[in-house]
């Protein structure tokens, strides 16, 4: 078994078309393969205001799945860590044993979460799509937006974020990374407003975006929800929308936007049936699309196996080199 | 972060009596602080008939605590792999950010396993007890009889397996090894016949033992049944007993002999009001105990962090004699 740190993982994987199909079969697996994944485990350290999720999923007929661990410790900025963190663990099916441990601290989890978002806007949104609204300024707010720019024409950028320092840090970032004009906005409201596609990134406990603002044509994500207490879209949202689409539906209805929408369950769509090509979110240049994403197992074990046969692979080449 | 192999491990990590105090206070810790211990996350591979354990638990106010998975493979011996694996991730418990990965293949959960067998000796067992009695011939039947010895004088070995080739290996070992007097027996019965204390370490599906067989001081721990399908003692003689001691009594219920007898629950103690000395499961040298143990967090993490320290201690040493 072999230990790889976050450096080593970083130099191979980012957030690319290649990983973006990985991720997308990942979803589609979900609803054409065996799958099993069971609920998220959730450890809580109250004590430090802190708390360990660990997923993972098994697709039938894969030689490998992941155990993943994710940390969200939020008195970490005050000693100067990351809230985030987290490792994966590769295990093979056929004997359990481990194969690798991805001690990336978190970055394969923000990489298929971004990708995720690229899968939701490319199988939902309106295919000529210039104008990206991102709601947050932290790292999914930039990766976010970097995902839709590999499935969208994008050529502007709407940022919102309560603070304003950190907006002003983002302009600044976006502009000169990933060379897109940004727009510093007052309000949520104005995001919504002046973008053909709004991604929610924020750790939210009360809804952001309300039904009386939604415009023909406008395709949201909402990737903050991930807990009980969290929530972005207001529940008008939801039921004004032509479709709404969930990674999975029955984590949504826990732990993400469809939380409280009983009614709504039976409208909703899982994102591996778009993928799939089973069905359609989008019908028309005018629906109104919603997507929820909570984050699944599937990803993990798809990018842990996706990065794994990276390393592998390079640690083949310089064996061969040497 | 560092990673440590079961040679490593190995090297520093045996049972007894330290080990044996660290899986005590474990017990205690789970009724006298705040643990968090959530239910085990099971991951079911059935194409390869195939399972991994999650488990994990945290004690308040210590500095870290473990995360735990354990495979059981069970056509592994096919391709002459061991059936069950695992390791263990050390988590700092203030910033969630992992310690140290412990690649001990399942090492540390045998001895923790054999740890809690010595503890439920040592809490239910009459003082006086020599002779031992061991179901079943694996890894399991070698290190709960070499648990028994570190806490009772025991001076002769009586064991039952269900194939006499491994229980004649067994015996030669035993003998060898421990330099105690091993007898086969021919059936369960004899083995409970002659024991004061007898040990069940197998996954078996149906009763090994009847509640008819059973004399005045005899103390049985049955540490076999971890699983909603096992079952190691006929209900019987949990009612027949005058003490029933569960290392949880809600796990107990679930995976454990306490599946089935409902009515039993609200007399089960708990290890730890045992080790805590909240209560006592013997008051006289004619009653008749039963402990069963169905594995929990707090002994995973417990012995993790002993072994971690244990460790870095002894790299610590290394680097200050270089």
């Keep these: 078994m072999q230990l790889y740190t976050r450096e080593e993982i970083e130099r191979l994987i980012r957030l690319d078309p290649p990983l973006i199909k990985v991720i997308e079969q990942a979803f589609t697996a979900l609803v054409t393969k065996k799958v099993t994944m069971p609920p998220i485990m959730r450890m809580d350290v109250p004590e430090h205001n802190g708390e360990v999720d660990i997923k993972s999923a098994y697709i039938e007929g894969e030689d490998s799945f992941a155990v993943k661990l994710s940390s969200g410790f939020f008195n970490n900025p005050s000693v100067g860590l990351p809230t985030s963190g987290g490792m994966m663990i590769l295990l093979d099916s056929r004997t359990g044993q481990p194969l690798a441990v991805l001690a990336d601290d ?5 990489l298929r979460t971004a990708a995720a978002g690229a899968v939701a806007a490319a199988f939902c949104s309106r295919k000529v799509a210039g104008k990206a609204g991102i709601i947050g300024t932290g790292a999914q707010a930039r990766l976010q937006l970097k995902a839709l720019t590999l499935v969208r024409p994008i050529d502007h950028v709407y940022v919102y974020g309560r603070r304003k320092d950190q907006a002003a840090i983002y302009k600044k970032e976006v502009e000169n990374e990933q060379g897109l004009p940004v727009t510093i906005c007052s309000s949520v409201k104005q995001v919504v407003d002046e973008s053909d596609i709004v991604v929610t990134t924020t750790p939210s406990r009360e809804p952001l975006i309300y039904a009386e603002w939604l415009k023909p044509g406008l395709h949201i994500t909402a990737m903050g929800s991930d807990a009980e207490h969290k929530q972005e879209l207001d529940h008008g949202v939801l039921e004004k929308a032509d479709s709404i689409t ?9 732990l993400g936007e469809l939380r409280g929408v009983p009614d709504l369950e039976n409208r909703a769509l899982e994102l591996g049936e778009l993928t799939s090509g089973r ?6 240049d ?5 997507c929820d994403l909570t984050g699944t197992g599937v990803q993990d074990t798809a990018i842990a196996r996706f990065a794994w046969k990276a390393l592998k692979n390079k640690g083949d080449d310089l064996r061969e080199r040497s």
């Design 106 to 110: 978190g970055l394969l989890t923000d």
């Design 246 to 254: 969930c990674d999975v539906i029955h984590q949504s209805r826990r």
């Design 279 to 284: 069905k359609q979110a989008r019908t028309s």
């Design 286 to 290: 005018e629906d109104i699309t919603i």
